[in-house]
């Protein structure tokens, strides 16, 4: 059973700093990795997609890397900023109990405060 | 524009009082789920659906319905809705079962 650990479960930085945030999963036969940020009571807005196949994926100040063999994802975030506040959810794609489906599994998240 | 759209967003009901919470995509996506989110428990997959007519049962289906009559719409069933289904419910879909997923934006059920 595919199990997803994000560490921290919470971080607070200075604005301007550089952070990683880290996601671990136990089955290393996924299809890909999905990075969400959630703003509270809201819903999940998708960041980063890293197929199986690829070791990174760049999207303005966020990079996310993949290595697969070991079960770790990280999510680096560039001269953070304010708005940058949410929580962030890993999310790894793999076959289901069936053997035929796919479903996601979610890490518990990590509630990221930049602060002024 | 592309998007996964539920209703309703927020919905406050009794126990026992049956109740559907509908999801539609635009993306012509095949596979559809249905996610409950809870503290300390992060998102957990109710139901998933791989195509029109074809749905299965993901960690935490007790309690909860589906069906998928048309490929556009999802909508979960609680047909005896209880207390502990008091969560944030997450609709999402994809193109096929190993590609990127797309949420909606959340229905807050809470059941008195």
């Known amino acids: 059973k595919q199990e997803v650990t994000q560490i921290p479960a919470a971080l607070s930085v200075p604005e301007g700093e550089n952070l990683v945030l880290n996601c671990s999963f136990t089955d290393s036969a996924i299809y890909n990795l999905q990075w969400f940020r959630q703003d509270p009571g809201k819903g999940l807005t998708s960041l980063l997609l890293?197929?199986?196949?690829?070791r990174e994926q760049t999207s303005g100040r966020l990079n996310a890397s993949l290595d697969k063999s070991s079960g770790r994802s990280t999510l680096y975030i560039a001269a953070s900023q304010p708005g940058d506040s949410a929580t962030y959810l890993c999310?790894?794609?793999?076959?289901?109990?069936?053997?035929?489906?796919?479903?996601?599994?979610f890490g518990t998240g990590t509630r990221l405060q930049v602060t002024l | 524009e592309a998007q996964v759209t539920q209703n309703p967003r927020y919905l406050i009901t009794v126990t026992g009082k049956k109740l559907t919470v509908t999801c539609s995509q635009n993306?012509?996506?095949?596979?559809m789920s249905w996610y409950r989110q809870d503290p300390g428990l992060g998102l957990r997959q109710i139901y998933y659906s791989m195509n029109v007519e074809v749905t299965d049962k993901g960690d935490v289906p007790e309690g909860y319905k589906v069906s998928r009559k048309e490929k556009r719409n999802f909508p979960l069933i609680l047909e005896s809705p209880s207390p502990n289904q008091t969560s944030l419910y997450f609709c999402a879909s994809s193109f096929r079962g190993g590609t990127e997923a797309f949420f909606g934006q959340g229905t807050r059920l809470t059941v008195v």
């Open positions: 993306m012509n996506h095949e596979y």
């Open positions: 999310a790894v794609k793999s076959r289901g109990v069936t053997g035929t489906a796919s479903k996601l599994t």
């Open positions: 890293i197929q199986s196949s690829q």
